[in-house]
């Protein structure tokens, strides 16, 4: 099945260090996008890229960094871990083939725990 | 840039019961106003959504409605099932230029359905 994976699924890393999320997708969709959920405050953006060449911060990018590798592959970077980027994070998809529709397919998301 | 705000943040309702759950969001330019459902340690996946063209749409025990005037939209679901239990986010997207399909979420709805 086509379908979005996340690597690691959980994470516990200490203050200062670098760590990287790593997002895959079999759906061959250009739109790929980094999330992150904390209880109470929804799903924030945190990057997206409509295609390869195209990078774009979201509301809450300060501390993150990613990288679109090929059209499958966009992973998420934390240069310098702190304690309040202790979160669920997701990875998501999404194109154009439905027209206006803009369906979006999450990843199963990524448990990290900064101490 | 756009803002979500839904309402209320939890919701508790007897099996069979009605549930109602109210979005409003900031930006006249937005059009498109998808429904997303996250069950308890799964990932978000999209349940229903609504173009400013349209305003209403069903789909079985399912309906959202929307306000462009009063720039709100709401979803409600009817003859509620232990399994609707779920946080609901709702979403906005602006349309057009780079911000297109760049999705805005609300800070989620936790829906307990008691049998």
């Known amino acids: 099945d086509a379908d979005v994976t996340q690597t690691p699924r959980n994470r516990i890393t200490k203050t200062g260090k670098r760590i990287m999320l790593e997002c895959s997708q079999t759906k061959g969709h250009d739109r790929m996008y980094w999330y992150r959920q904390d209880p109470g405050l929804g799903l924030r953006l945190i990057y997206y890229s409509f295609d390869v060449k195209d990078i774009n911060k979201g509301e809450i990018s300060d501390g993150y960094s990613v990288s679109r590798q090929a059209q499958a592959k966009f992973s998420l970077s934390l240069e310098s871990a702190i304690p309040n980027q202790t979160a669920l994070y997701f990875c998501?998809?999404?194109?154009?083939?439905?027209?206006?529709?803009?369906?979006?397919?999450f990843g199963p998301g990524t448990r990290l725990l900064v101490l | 840039g756009e803002n979500v705000e839904q309402h209320p943040s939890t919701l508790s309702v007897q099996e069979g019961d009605s549930a109602v759950i109210k979005c409003t969001y900031s930006?006249?330019?937005?059009?498109?106003f998808p429904w997303y459902k996250q069950e308890l340690g799964k990932r978000p996946q999209l349940i229903i959504d609504i173009r400013s063209n349209v305003g209403e749409k069903k789909d079985q025990r399912i309906a959202v409605t929307l306000n462009k005037t009063a720039k709100h939209f709401s979803l409600h679901i009817t003859e509620t099932q232990p399994e609707d239990s779920a946080v609901y986010f709702c979403?906005?997207?602006?349309?057009?230029?780079?911000?297109?399909?760049?999705?805005?979420f609300g800070q989620g709805t936790i829906l307990t359905v008691h049998p």
């Open positions: 930006d006249s330019a937005s059009n498109y």
């Open positions: 979403a906005a997207s602006m349309a057009g230029g780079t911000s297109y399909g760049k999705l805005t």
């Open positions: 998501a998809t999404s194109d154009l083939a439905g027209g206006m529709r803009e369906t979006q397919y």
